[in-house]
């Protein structure tokens, strides 16, 4: 382990924390707004750069990386397709939570539905987070730390045992972000990582360019278009992992779930000090999402021109930045990296205290629990929650390579199920609590018996495309045959200034089309093919 890295690696951590420590010293943590939720005074910037590393993660780096080394660049659709989710989310969706004033995304559907259709909700996103997202994130991260440093020969350990201590520094420092800092320091942190991330993740396939095309960037993409132009194929052939027309069925839906309605993404957005910085902050991630291919699917695209098709596709990323990385800069590289792990750690630690605390605290055990104890309490679980998923975390190493599609399909259990009762009851005023609950519980039987007992020969995002439309209809049939007895009306307790921004149409409009050129020109009929 080079010295230099090591270094080079704890500056740039220890200055990350720093500057988080230094724009949070006088903020209030100890009420439910100022630790939950920044003290709702988050700025466009803050907002966009923290949801950029939020969503980003190890585990994309190297999973969709691999897709692009053994597939085409068709698995963009995660990437690419995040941009008109997040359009939508900026025109429709997040006017209305901060109109609502609320602090959980369940919250409004317990003001739309009741009580019970919101801890239904709450217990489905917890499920995700403690099962399937705060492990998993530990787990990556570990295994890319291992790479970078080799901790099993420094310590002189077995890999198992390398990542065991790999998991355990992640998440102990992830967990003083996230249970004492609350959410401004893992916003602050989030937004300087994210300068980080973007200019070292783009450094890769800059380098890995220059590398293949002999110190020239334009031979390098020559090289990519005259020897491997099926890599390029936006569209990608019926066995790609994302097929083309799951962007208009499940994709679409799964990227309006995450990006509009998952804890751990929208409360950085409800967040802001008002309407216009929040808008304005999603809709500079939209911009920003069209950039994630770059760095996100490109270098293994690289790599498979550079080592050829013989590498385990999960080694293909390690490999290029062990290639084209200089020595001096791996320790920069790596504590990126690692600022990325953390910030999704400490962002779905952080939301799963939020939902805890507020949605099953207070409620059940102490109703009338001032904001300093609900805090405490938060805090204490939080501390709970990240010793479970550092026990948890190790034991994916059992598991097959290549769990990012396998993610994807677990996620589906719970995230379009969500996002269907959440439109239907932004959209209709009819719809009762009943419908909710059938639609959840039909909804997710049916695609747990397509994904466990039954194959149905279609690709699960299809599959929830499907049902989608299925349990809507279910609903609005049920709200013809038994109605509520009065409409339902978006009750008016915004927090803070709700102006919209006079350019959020344009601007939208703007990602919406550049989203469509990329795929156009990455077309089987564009420029490049």
């Known amino acids: 382990m080079n010295a230099f890295t090591v270094v080079s690696f704890l500056?740039?951590?220890?200055?990350?924390?720093?500057?988080?420590?230094?724009?949070?010293?006088k903020e209030k943590l100890d009420t439910q707004d100022g630790y939950f939720l920044g003290g709702r005074n988050l700025s466009a910037w803050v907002i966009a750069g923290s949801l950029m590393l939020t969503n980003l993660s190890t585990e994309q780096l190297v999973g969709l990386n691999a897709q692009g080394y053994s597939d085409t660049i068709a698995v963009m659709g995660w990437e690419v397709g995040s941009a008109i989710a997040l359009v939508i989310v900026a025109f429709f969706l997040l006017p209305r939570y901060m109109k609502g004033g609320i602090t959980t995304i369940p919250d409004f559907l317990e003001d739309r539905y009741d009580f019970n259709t919101k801890q239904i909700v709450t217990v489905l996103f917890l499920f995700g987070y403690v099962f399937n997202l705060l492990p998993p994130i530990l787990y990556s991260g570990a295994v890319a730390i291992n790479g970078l440093f080799d901790i099993p020969g420094a310590l002189g350990v077995s890999r198992t045992v390398g990542i065991w201590i790999s998991v355990f520094a992640i998440g102990i420092v992830g967990s003083i972000y996230a249970v004492f800092g609350g959410l401004k320091a893992v916003a602050v942190s989030d937004t300087i990582n994210g300068v980080g991330l973007l200019i070292g993740g783009l450094m890769i396939p800059v380098l890995g360019l220059f590398a293949l095309g002999d110190g020239s960037m334009t031979n390098g993409i020559q090289t990519i278009v005259q020897d491997s132009p099926e890599k390029l194929n936006s569209?990608?052939?019926?066995?790609?992992?994302?097929?083309?027309?799951?962007?208009?069925?499940?994709?679409?839906?799964?990227?309006?779930?995450?990006?509009?309605?998952?804890?751990?993404?929208?409360?950085?957005?409800?967040?802001?000090?008002?309407?216009?910085e929040g808008q304005k902050g999603v809709l500079i991630a939209a911009f920003l999402k069209l950039l994630g291919p770059v760095f996100l699917i490109v270098p293994g695209i690289i790599a498979f021109n550079m080592f050829g098709p013989g590498l385990e596709p999960t080694d293909a990323y390690p490999r290029l930045v062990a290639e084209v990385l200089p020595a001096p800069l791996v320790g920069f590289f790596a504590a990126v990296l690692f600022g990325a792990i953390l910030s999704s750690?400490?962002?779905?630690?952080?939301?799963?205290?939020?939902?805890?605390?507020?949605?099953?605290?207070?409620?059940?055990?102490?109703?009338?629990?001032?904001?300093?104890?609900?805090?405490?309490?938060g805090k204490f679980v939080g501390i709970l929650l990240a010793v479970f998923a550092m026990c948890i975390a190790p034991l994916i190493d059992k598991v097959p390579q290549g769990f990012f599609q396998y993610l994807q399909i677990v996620n589906g259990f719970y995230n379009v199920p969500i996002f269907t009762i959440l439109i239907v009851g932004y959209l209709t005023k009819r719809v009762p609590s009943i419908a909710a609950k059938i639609?959840?519980?039909?909804?997710?039987?049916?695609?747990?018996?397509?994904?466990?007992?039954?194959?149905?020969?279609?690709?699960?995002?299809?599959?929830?495309?499907?049902?989608?439309?299925?349990?809507t209809g279910l609903m609005l049939l049920i709200g013809k045959l038994r109605p509520r007895d009065t409409d339902f009306v978006l009750e008016e307790k915004a927090k803070?200034?709700?102006?919209?921004?006079?350019?959020?149409?344009?601007?939208?409009?703007?990602?919406?089309?550049?989203?469509?050129?990329?795929?156009?020109?990455l077309s089987p009929i564009g420029i490049l093919s």
Request: glycine fraction near 6%.
């Open 235 to 276: 569209v990608g052939g019926p066995d790609s992992p994302v097929p083309f027309g799951t962007m208009f069925t499940g994709m679409l839906l799964v990227n309006l779930f995450y990006w509009g309605t998952a804890q751990h993404i929208m409360q950085r957005a409800i967040a802001a000090k008002n309407l216009k």
């Open 345 to 377: 750690f400490n962002s779905a630690l952080n939301s799963s205290v939020t939902l805890i605390a507020l949605n099953i605290y207070k409620p059940y055990f102490n109703p009338e629990a001032p904001d300093k104890v609900v805090v405490r309490k």
């Open 11 to 25: 500056f740039f951590t220890g200055f990350v924390a720093l500057v988080a420590w230094w724009f949070t010293r």
């Open 439 to 471: 639609s959840l519980f039909v909804f997710i039987s049916i695609y747990a018996t397509t994904q466990l007992f039954w194959d149905t020969g279609l690709h699960f995002l299809h599959i929830l495309g499907i049902l989608f439309v299925l349990c």
């Open 496 to 521: 803070v200034d709700m102006t919209p921004w006079k350019l959020v149409y344009p601007v939208g409009l703007a990602a919406t089309a550049a989203m469509v050129v990329i795929y156009l020109l």
